[in-house]
């Protein structure tokens, strides 16, 4: 199974660091990458688009009218830098890829990295805690060789010595690592109720970490705001979730009917 990457134009690029995400929990990977790109301004270079690696989960309906079926699209994108500042290679994945061919699409991608002078590969992911949506986000990081996990600790609150990261933004590193290449993951914390939403206050601390480990210079008000409105949407989330439960316990009651004592 070959995996056709589609090159838009050809560049040479100094000793790249690749940054991957795919969506995950939260959307922390994902929005912090996709974030950095765009607010760096970097490049097309290819894509991938293969449909049997995603899964189509049905069709779009706008104005009473049926859509043209869009298939997941993945696209690399390069940051020309200064100087011997290594350039920057970023691959952003709209969908995670069927059970089964992981492996496959991991290596695949490496190899087209490692074809441009890839040597350290940076992914990101979401670290559910026991945390509020008010505290700040901590990161947290995990390499794969202990001379890189000492050189970055002092940029993060936390050494993720145990556990497991599912999903591609774990398995690109363990794919690198076979590879012989070196690469390290940064993890922002969330609460553990929120697994399931949009968390931009965790993207932005990966963001601001992953700026002073690479020495970018970046405006993040936006994903400020961004996660000002989403601790808002939060509450109101979390509100209509304990209205709904009292009336579910009061349906209880009056179903259980009146009590007899004697």
């Not at 940054?19 to 959307?27: E, K, N, Q, S, T």
């Not at 894509?47 to 899964?55: A, C, G, Q, S």
Request: with cysteine; charged share 25%; hydrophobic share 40%.
């Amino acid at each position: 199974m070959t995996v056709q990457i589609k090159i838009l134009s050809e560049v040479e690029l100094h000793e790249p660091f690749l940054l991957a995400a795919w969506p995950g929990m939260g959307h922390v990977a994902l929005k912090a990458f996709v974030f950095l790109h765009e607010a760096l301004r970097a490049e097309n270079l290819a894509f991938v688009e293969e449909p049997e690696f995603f899964r189509i989960p049905g069709i779009a309906i706008q104005d009473g009218l049926v859509q043209s079926t869009l298939l997941p699209k993945s696209g690399f994108y390069y940051l020309k830098q200064d100087g011997d500042t290594n350039d920057l290679l970023f691959f952003v994945g709209d969908q995670q890829p069927v059970g089964g061919k992981e492996y496959h699409l991991a290596s695949a991608l490496l190899d087209f990295a490692g074809s441009l002078g890839v040597k350290r590969v940076i992914t990101a992911a979401a670290m559910p805690t026991a945390i509020n949506h008010y505290q700040p986000s901590r990161v947290w990081v995990t390499a794969t060789h202990e001379n890189l996990l000492s050189n970055l600790s002092p940029y993060c609150e936390r050494v993720l010595r145990e556990g497991q990261i599912s999903g591609m933004n774990g398995l690109l590193l363990g794919v690198a690592k076979q590879l012989g290449m070196e690469g390290f993951c940064l993890l922002g914390e969330i609460p553990f109720y929120t697994t399931e939403i949009e968390n931009p206050k965790a993207s932005m601390s990966v963001v601001r970490v992953l700026g002073k480990i690479l020495g970018l210079q970046l405006d993040l008000r936006e994903l400020k705001e961004l996660a000002e409105e989403t601790e808002k949407e939060i509450d109101n989330y979390l509100l209509e979730l304990q209205q709904r439960e009292q009336e579910e316990d009061k349906q209880t009651e009056d179903q259980e009917g009146p009590v007899t004592v004697h």
